[in-house]
T-cell receptor
Framework: GNSVTQMEGPVTLSEEAFLTINCTYTATGYPSLFWYVQYPGEGLQLLLKATKADDKGSNKGFEATYRKETTSFHLEKGSVQVSDSAVYFCALNTNAGKSTFGDGTTLTVKP | DVKVTQSSRYLVKRTGEKVFLECVQDMDHENMFWYRQDPGLGLRLIYFSYDVKMKEKGDIPEGYSVSREKKERFSLILESASTNQTSMYLC????????????FGDGTRLSIL
């Protein structure tokens, strides 16, 4: 079956540090890949997506590249801010919009 | 923008009660989903629906049922609430195409006493 494995947290960084959250997946076919962010007390919201190999998704300074050869979709940001503190979920879709999610990585950014 | 609205942000119920959680989306999406979110366990799919009056079990359907009488509304029912159903419940919707993301409500934090 499909699965998503993401870097265990929690992750604590200082403001302006470089962020990487690793995500690897197992899937049949050609999934679409997503990163979602969940701020405290809210539901998940889409951060970025990529629908085919070598696509790069980007939004709000975050980036992730769909790597089919390594089955990975790592999230990166060059300089994090306190406001980036949240839980980040990697996910994939294979059919009819049903998603498989990773367990989430909690990021805390300190001033 | 797609809006997914869950009827309650916080809910407190007693063991044995029948509990209804309501979810409405305003973008004519075919697919709707119910998840529960618990610390250390991520998101777990309870039930989903691809169309009106259609439903399929997810990974943890025991103790739950669902209803989808109208396309925009998807209800989660706890037939006889138990304390182990205390959790955050998230509703989501998506159009039928597989490359589209899910749109989530803000969640209902349910406590069963």
């Amino acid at each position: 079956g499909n699965s998503v494995t993401q870097m265990e947290g929690p992750v604590t960084l200082s403001e302006e540090a470089f962020l990487t959250i690793n995500c690897t997946y197992t899937a049949t076919g050609y999934p679409s890949l997503f990163w979602y962010v969940q701020y405290p007390g809210e539901g998940l919201q889409l951060l970025l997506k990529a629908t085919k190999a070598d696509d790069k998704g980007s939004n709000k300074g975050f980036e992730a590249t769909y790597r089919k050869e390594t089955t990975s979709f790592h999230l990166e940001k060059g300089s994090v801010q306190v406001s980036d503190s949240a839980v980040y979920f990697c996910a994939l879709n294979t059919n009819a919009g049903k998603s498989t999610f990773g367990d989430g990585t909690t990021l805390t950014v300190k001033p | 923008d797609v809006k997914v609205t869950q009827s309650s942000r916080y809910l407190v119920k007693r063991t044995g009660e029948k509990v209804f959680l309501e979810c409405v989306q305003d973008m004519d999406h075919e697919n709707m989903f119910w998840y529960r979110q618990d610390p250390g366990l991520g998101l777990r799919l309870i039930y989903f629906s691809y169309d009106v009056k259609m439903k399929e079990k997810g990974d943890i359907p025991e103790g739950y049922s669902v209803s989808r009488e109208k396309k925009e509304r998807f209800s989660l029912i706890l037939e006889s609430a138990s304390t182990n159903q205390t959790s955050m419940y998230l509703c989501a919707s998506t159009p039928g195409r597989s490359n589209q993301p899910q749109h989530f409500g803000d969640g209902t934090r349910l406590s069963i006493l």
